[in-house]
């Protein structure tokens, strides 16, 4: 059984389809966590559907612009979401927080730590977190692709033992889920690298994000050392088949890689928050991602981009304009300038503060 657990649950999985939100549904789901809860298990709750119960509140919402309908929308039905889960919570005798947070909350370190540390208190205390991100002030540019991605930057900045995403399919599927003959695949291993040959791109009704966005996070989650399980959230029971593992619930599980060090969890999520960029050549590319522990040296990179330093972040872009990586820099980029020539340098980026993406 899994002793920490972050549970993301889809706008499909909380909303009928007249768009009112499924309280049946909600109060099932509630009932699961605090069962889980009792018995001393932390849960992280990353819940959608407030966009979706704005929805069925506001009932003839004007025409503006996407950013404007969506800020009106999250903004009247994240108050009904969350009132309704702490309803439902306070049945069981438990105590819930909502959390609302950005992109721009994890930009920087200090405010990754605080995040984390906000989290570790309320878990302390018995209190079931409920995140989601606040659609009301995000900015388009940088808002998660959806809450798939928050998930699973909570997850590794955390460390649950587990990450479930809940949607309204019971997992990956070897083809489009509605075509007779397709199957469910039920390990992925880090081997599979590409998942988008057979996972269609379509998006749910509700939220902005597909299947295959949760497969590309799962990936990346799992790599960081969490078990990870897509399933069905609208199956009765399927929270508690999943933390106790007892095989009864049909779904797609991602096998955990090693565990990353803390800092590295945090710049896996990071590529987005800078442009400054360090374009390297064939073999440095071949050298980062060799069995041997490797760094950036000023020898592999053909040109560098962004008035960089030191201590910032640094895209690592290869021969062939591939993102591959993400690092902090040793040093400003006048004194990389000053020194790209010098094949004996000290790296640009040490190994330790290099993460590469599968």
Request: proline content about 3%; overall charge neutral; glycine content about 8%.
């Amino acid at each position: 059984m899994y002793k920490s657990i972050t549970v993301k649950i889809g706008s499909n999985v909380l909303t009928r389809p007249d768009r009112q939100l499924d309280l049946e549904r909600i109060a099932h789901i509630t009932d699961q966590i605090a069962t889980l809860h009792q018995q001393g298990i932390k849960i992280i709750l990353v819940s959608s559907g407030a966009v979706a119960s704005g929805r069925g509140m506001v009932k003839s919402p004007p025409k503006k612009d996407p950013v404007s309908e969506r800020q009106l929308l999250s903004s009247v039905g994240q108050i009904k979401l969350v009132s309704t889960y702490a309803s439902l919570f306070d049945l069981h005798g438990i105590t819930c927080a909502q959390i609302l947070v950005t992109k721009e909350d994890f930009r920087t370190r200090e405010h990754y730590l605080n995040m984390k540390n906000c989290l570790s208190v309320l878990l302390e205390n018995e209190i079931v977190p409920i995140i989601n991100e606040n659609d009301a002030v995000s900015v388009t540019a940088l808002m998660f692709t959806d809450n798939d991605e928050l998930a699973g930057l909570v997850a590794t900045m955390m460390n649950t033992e587990a990450y479930f995403i809940l949607s309204n399919v019971n997992g990956i599927y070897n083809g489009n889920p509605s075509d007779e003959g397709s199957q469910l695949i039920e390990e992925i291993t880090r081997s599979t690298t590409d998942l988008s040959a057979f996972i269609t791109a379509k998006k749910s009704n509700f939220g902005r994000g597909g299947m295959l966005t949760k497969g590309r996070v799962a990936q990346n989650t799992a790599a960081a050392g969490i078990a990870v399980h897509i399933a069905n959230g609208t199956l009765n029971n399927v929270l508690l088949d999943l933390a106790y593992q007892n095989g009864k619930v049909a779904h797609t599980s991602f096998v955990p890689g090693t565990p990353r060090p803390a800092v590295k969890k945090w710049m896996a999520y990071s590529a987005d928050f800078t442009d400054c960029e360090a374009h390297i050549n064939k073999g440095a590319r071949e050298a980062l991602y060799s069995n041997k522990a490797s760094s950036l040296l000023l020898a592999g990179i053909t040109s560098l981009k962004g008035d960089f330093k030191k201590g910032d972040l640094l895209r690592i872009v290869d021969h062939e304009n591939r993102l591959i990586g993400i690092g902090k820099a040793q040093y400003d980029r006048g004194r990389a300038d000053e020194h790209l020539k010098d094949a004996k340098y000290k790296p640009l980026v040490h190994y330790d503060y290099l993460h590469l993406f599968p």
